[in-house]
């Protein structure tokens, strides 16, 4: 995969524009949020590998493709994260799930960790990190981190809104992590706010501010 891939695709965009106004509701917010995520899981899996299988139609024996290799893993990035996670296992329902438990210091901008739950092998299995906002990247590169000590190699980070602070500083750290987002917006406030961006995604989803 590219090493930044920006998901152009009528509909996502479409979505996203509804997402970002900020008289939409919360329900409405989370509805759009998981129906793109359907659209980014397409994306971010368009290179699976596959294997032959054979198999029997009504009408006749035939070689069809199935999925290849040990199941893939999501992560999300708690909490925000979840909004994309569960369009994603819609799609890939045999899939396994890590949970990273992160926020962001206010003041600080630091992402402090306060859970963390993965399948135990993570070493031979694809590892799609999901959590919508991409800012200063000090989330997604800790989360990333944390997935590598515990042997995840390959490793694919997918969001919906990226700062290109964010995307610069992510795809410096880790360089072999392609990122997947819906767009690359202008620039981080002096709060560590995506600009134009949507707000805070987590607040949005949840309607806690
Ligand atoms: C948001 C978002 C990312 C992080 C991005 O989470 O979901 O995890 O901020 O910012 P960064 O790139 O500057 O690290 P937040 O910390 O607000 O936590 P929440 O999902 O629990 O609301
Ligand atoms: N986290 C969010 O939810 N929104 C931003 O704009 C930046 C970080």
């Known amino acids: 995969m590219d090493s930044v891939t920006v998901v152009n695709h009528p509909l996502v965009q479409h979505k996203l524009t509804f997402m970002r106004k900020k008289e939409t509701s919360t329900a409405g917010f989370r509805r759009l949020l998981r129906e793109i995520s359907l659209l980014l899981c397409y994306e971010v899996t368009r290179e699976l590998p596959t294997t032959m299988e054979t198999i029997e139609t009504p009408l006749a024996e035939m070689q069809s493709p199935v999925l ?40 600080t901008l630091e992402p402090v960790e306060y859970y963390f739950k993965a399948p135990e092998d993570l070493s031979d299995r694809l590892t799609i990190v999901v959590d919508p906002m991409l800012a200063t990247a000090n989330s997604a590169i800790a989360a990333v981190h944390k997935l590598k000590e515990r042997g995840a190699k390959d490793i694919r980070f997918v969001c919906l809104l990226a700062a290109p602070e964010g995307v610069e500083k992510f795809t410096r750290a880790h360089p072999d992590v392609p990122v997947v987002t819906a767009a690359i917006d202008k620039k981080l406030n002096e709060k560590g706010y995506i600009v134009p961006g949507l707000g805070d995604a987590g607040d949005r989803m949840y309607g806690t501010k």
């Open 68 to 107: 290849e290799g040990k199941k893939l893993v999501f992560a999300s990035v708690l909490r925000a994260g979840n909004g994309l996670l569960d369009g994603m296992l819609d799609l890939v329902p045999s899939a396994r799930v890590a949970h990273i438990g992160l926020y962001r210091d206010h003041e």
